[in-house]
C-alpha cells in the first residue's frame, strides 16, 4: 500500500508548485504586456515629438533666410504647442513688418525699407555707398503707353538693378522713378565706379515690352557713408542733390558728391 506521503502529500505539493508557476508566468505575462505596451507608447509619443521639432526647425529656418513661414497648428496644449503658436504671431508681425517695407509693385524695398537699411548699417558702423537713381525718359512711356505700360517697365528696371549688384546689397524704389542702390562695404571709388558703369551700360540698352522698343537713360548721385556724412538723413540728401546736378549737366551720367 501507498504511504500518506504518497497518496496525499506529494499530490498537493505537485498542485501547490504547478499553480505557483502558473501564477508566476501570469504575472510575468502581464508585466511583459504592459512593459510592451508601455515601451510601444513611449515610442509613439517621441515619434509625435520628432514631427513637431521638425515643423517648427523648418519655420525657424524660414525664418532666418528672410521668409515668412505659415502658421503651424500642431494640435497640442503643451510647450510645443506653446512654442508653435508663439512662432506663428512672430511671422504674422514678420510678414505685416515686410510688407510695410516692400514696394507692391517691383517686390524691391520702398523708402521706408531703405531707410531701415541704411539706419541698421550706421548703427553697426558699416561703411557703404548709395546711389540716389532717377530714370531719364521715363514720363514719355507713361504718357504714350499708358501706366500699365510704365508699371511694367518698372518692373524690368527693378531685375536690372538687381542684376547689378551682389545679393547682400539692397535695392529700393523710393516712388515714380526714383531707385536707391546701397552697396555695403564698398569705400573703394575705383569699386563703385566700376559698378555705376555697369549700370549705366545695362539702363541704356533698349527694354522691349512685346513689339514696343523702350529706350531710357539714369542719372546717378553716389555718396560714400560715413565719408559724405554722419547720419542717414545727410547722406541721402547728399545723394540726391548730386543726382539733381547730372539731370542739369545733361543727364544719362553719373556723379560722386563733393
Not at 529706350?215 to 538723413?233: N, Q
Not at 543727364?251 to 560722386?256: I, K, L
Amino acid at each position: 500500500m501507498r504511504t500518506f506521503l504518497q497518496r496525499y502529500l506529494i499530490p498537493v505539493a505537485v498542485i501547490v508548485i504547478v499553480g505557483s508557476a502558473l501564477s508566476f508566468i501570469n504575472v510575468f505575462l502581464g508585466v511583459l504586456v504592459t512593459l510592451v505596451g508601455t515601451l510601444g507608447l513611449v515610442a509613439l509619443l517621441a515619434r509625435q515629438d520628432s514631427a513637431a521639432i521638425t515643423q517648427l526647425r523648418h519655420m525657424v529656418e524660414k525664418m532666418e533666410s528672410g521668409m515668412v513661414p505659415e502658421a503651424v497648428n500642431l494640435n497640442r496644449v503643451d510647450e510645443l504647442g506653446a512654442l508653435a503658436a508663439a512662432l506663428g504671431r512672430l511671422g504674422k508681425t514678420d510678414k505685416a513688418a515686410q510688407q510695410a517695407s516692400t514696394d507692391p509693385l517691383t517686390g524691391l524695398a520702398n523708402r521706408r525699407g531703405m531707410l531701415q537699411k541704411m539706419d541698421a548699417a550706421f548703427k553697426r558702423q558699416q561703411p557703404f555707398a548709395l546711389m540716389y537713381i532717377d530714370l531719364d525718359k521715363f514720363k514719355p512711356v507713361n504718357d504714350t503707353y499708358g501706366h500699365e505700360a510704365g508699371d511694367a517697365v518698372l518692373r524690368k528696371v527693378a531685375e536690372i538693378f538687381n542684376s547689378c549688384v551682389r545679393d547682400e546689397d539692397t535695392v529700393a524704389r523710393l516712388g515714380g522713378d526714383e531707385f536707391t542702390i546701397i552697396l555695403y562695404g564698398m569705400t573703394d571709388k575705383d569699386q563703385i565706379e566700376e559698378r555705376a558703369k555697369r549700370i549705366m551700360e545695362v539702363i541704356n540698352e533698349p527694354i522691349w515690352l512685346n513689339d514696343l522698343r523702350i529706350k531710357l537713360g539714369a542719372s546717378i548721385g553716389i555718396t560714400v557713408a560715413p565719408t559724405d556724412g554722419a547720419s542717414v538723413e545727410s547722406i541721402l540728401q547728399a545723394a540726391d542733390e548730386t543726382m539733381y546736378t547730372v539731370k542739369k549737366a545733361g543727364r544719362n551720367n553719373y556723379r560722386f558728391y563733393s
